[in-house]
Structure formats: C-alpha cells, structure tokens
C-alpha cells in the first residue's frame, strides 16, 4: 500500500509512505508505485502518529446523568452522584460503556489510552472487566491499566493488600492518591509504598497527585524523591498536581531541581480541572491547571489528558482530544505561533513518553505502521479549525475513516 503526498508533523514538503505487512516499509519523497500497488493520494494532508490519551478514567465514562445529574458540577456532588450510580456496578455494564468510549476514541484518531481503574473495591470488578477488555481489543487500541486507589491506599479498608491485587492480576502501573488520605503521614507512606511495589514488580507508577487547591498538599516532592531514589525515573508519572498552580514561587523555584533530577513525567487535564478546580474560590477564583509553561520551558515532558468522559464528575466529552489541546493552551496562555503548531505534541510524543512507548511509537520506517491523516495541510488549522481524523491507521490497517461535512454558502 503506497500513501502518497503525506505532510507528516507539519513538514513543509510532502513525503510518501509505503506500507508492507503492517509497518512502515519506505518514507520518502518519492517512491514509485509497484506494479498492482494500491494507492492513496493524501493530498498535502497532515500525517501524524496516533492520537494518545494519557489520562482517563474509563470505568466511569458516559454515565453522567444515571441515575442523577451533577447539578453544582462540583467534585463534592460527583462523589455523592457516582455512589449511587456504584449500585448497579457489573461487569457486563462496565464492558458495555468501555467498548463504546474506545469506538469514541478511535472515530477522532485515539490509538492508545493509559486508563485508571478504582481498585478500592473488594471485588476488583472493574479491574477484572479492564483486564479482558485490553486483550479483546488490542488489535485496534492499546489500554494501559492503572491500578487507582479512588478511596486512598492507607485510609481505605485492606488498601495495601488491594493495589497488591491488582498488580497480581496485570495491571500495568500502579497509581496513588496522597491529597486524599487522611493525614500527611498516611499520604507519605502510600507514596512510599506505591512506589516499591511499582519498583519490584517493574510496573510503571501515575499517581494522582496533589489534585487540590490546598497549596500545603506537596504530595509530588515525594513521588519525585522516591522516583529518583528507586531510580524509576520517567517510568514514573505525576497526574493533576494542581495544587503546584497555588504554590509559592520560591517553593517551585526549589522543586524545580529535584522534578528535573527525578526525570519524571506530568499529566495535565485542562478540561476537568479547569472545570473542578477553584470551587472553593470567590474571586479571584484560581485555574487551578498545573505550571505546563514553567514545566515545558525546563524540558519536562507534559501530557495532556481527558480525564472524565462524560460522567458524574465531568458532564462533556465525545473522545476528541482536540478540545484537550484546546482548552489547555487558553488556560496555560501558551497560543504563540510555535506553541500552537507544535501542540499536538500534548497528544502524540509527549504522551508517547508518558506512556512509556519507546520504539513502538512514530512515523520512521521499521515501525508499526499507526498513523492518521487530518483534514488540514498543518496543525495550527486543525486545531483552529477542530478538522476532523479522516482516516486512522493501525499496523497497515484502516480502523476509522470520517468524510467531512460539507457546507454550501448561499451567498
Ligand atoms: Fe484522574
């Protein structure tokens, strides 16, 4: 199969690309088609690695409003609507909607999804139901687990004994939630023991860390220290820390050298926590998104994530992580011309990273042949322009192909 005139990561000039038994076989400017080839002209169209989502929560997607809607839209509320909602937890239900959020996914280019899985309940049904879902659907999306303590590792029931489990099971990283247990000590020594269990079972970590507006909850020192420390370095991922948007700046200034020294990555989710964030606020109410600018400028590696798909804590979302990219460069104040065309990164390499990819990522021959092609000859106009994922590629094979509205003007 021979694609023909890709602009691949925003390139000035057009490459063509051939694919053979599911990888990417030549990329060149100009290859001649083989007798009896296949071809398709991509017309200048912009080619770039799958889409990656590095953060959801895909046990809870697309149950917002059953059986009640969150009217305050509060975090507080969520929790109480989600509780409800917890009755009728099965596996079945929860096969259910995360079949239909990964189509979600793969209709706007998603190829990858790093998930988070609660684990604070005793009969892990959601881990179990994750577990045969990342085999059934690996051929058209690679899920990463995550081991998510919702109701903490030291202040829930058996907790310990809980993540333990779920890495017994597969998981694939092992997460924390330190702003949420009961006290400082407690928040520490869940730290501390997330990352040794991750460190001799050779998982990767993502906690969510420091997701608050309290500017005391310094929750990623320790994930830094320890990541450093167990030399786990950028197999490990701090998500949220939105409480960093509250510390002061002599603290960050400090912080700043040991999150370089630990190599680890960070997680950003623009919409959910612009939406959550700041609650407690009158005016000025604070954004509450974590320092991205300050972070890239030091070249640490930020991701951005969905979060919420249309549940009890986030009433939006239709697996398009455009409005991610979107959301996150107004609130970060990063809309120069460079920012915006190399924001795709947010969702791409940089979640790549995050993920922890490695070779089996990107366009480059001897690779996995996983591209998509956007209706849009360079980022900045898809992004502006929200163009749509004409075609999703996967090991060579066409998984998803949008045709773009068309509109007449009649005048
Ligand atoms: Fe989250």
């Not at 053979?20 to 080619?47: M, R, S, Y």
């Not at 970590?205 to 929750?219: F, K, L, P, Q, T």
């Not at 998104?289 to 030091?298: D, G, M, Y």
């Not at 209706?375 to 045709?403: C, F, Q, W």
Request: charged fraction near 25%; proline fraction near 4%; aromatic fraction near 8%.
């Amino acid at each position: 199969m021979l694609y023909r005139n890709a602009r691949i990561e925003n390139a000035e000039a057009t490459s063509d690309i051939r694919v053979t038994d599911g990888l990417f076989a030549q990329i060149a400017p100009h290859l001649e088609a083989a007798p009896g080839e296949e071809v398709i002209d991509l017309n200048g169209k912009l080619v770039l690695p799958p889409f990656i989502e590095s953060h959801v929560h895909l046990d809870t997607c697309l149950t917002a409003g059953d059986p009640v809607w969150n009217m305050s839209g509060t975090l507080f509320e969520g929790i109480e609507c989600w509780s409800k909602r917890k009755d009728k937890l099965s596996r079945q239900d929860i096969r259910e909607r995360v079949q239909q959020c990964v189509r979600l996914y793969a209709a706007n280019g998603v190829q990858f999804i790093r998930t988070h899985v609660d684990v604070t309940d005793p009969k892990l049904t959601a881990m179990q139901a994750l577990i045969e879902l990342r085999e059934e659907l690996r051929d058209v999306m690679e899920i990463q687990i995550v081991a998510f303590p919702q109701e903490g590792i030291l202040s829930y029931p058996n907790g310990k004994q809980l993540m333990i489990d779920a890495v017994k099971m597969g998981a694939d990283c092992v997460g924390a939630i330190p702003h949420f247990e009961f006290t400082r000590e407690y928040s520490v020594e869940s730290l501390n023991f997330a990352l040794q269990l991750a460190a001799d079972n050779g998982k990767l970590v993502d906690v969510h860390c420091d997701e608050i507006d309290d500017e005391a909850s310094r929750g990623l020192e320790t994930v830094a220290a320890r990541a450093l420390e167990l030399e786990l370095f950028d197999k490990v991922t701090a998500s949220h820390t939105t409480a960093m948007h509250s510390y002061n700046n002599a603290y960050v200034l400090r912080l700043m050298r040991l999150l370089k020294m630990s190599k680890i990555n960070f997680v950003a989710n623009p919409l959910v926590n612009t939406h959550l964030q700041g609650r407690v606020d009158t005016y000025p109410k604070r954004r509450g998104i974590t320092r991205v600018k300050e972070l890239t400028a030091e070249g640490i590696n930020v991701s951005f994530g969905h979060d919420d798909i249309f549940d009890p804590w986030y009433p939006m979302g239709n697996g398009s992580l455009r409005d991610v990219v979107f959301m996150g460069l107004h609130v970060c104040q990063m809309m120069g011309y460079e920012d915006i065309m190399n924001s795709y990164r947010f969702i791409t390499t940089n979640a790549a990273k995050t993920l922890h990819l490695g070779d089996r990522y990107g366009i480059a021959e001897g690779r996995a042949a996983n591209f998509i092609v956007l209706d849009a000859p360079h980022y900045y106009d898809a992004l502006n322009r929200n163009a749509p994922v004409l075609r999703s590629v996967r090991m060579g094979k066409t998984i998803a192909e949008t045709r773009p509205a068309a509109t007449e003007i009649e005048f």
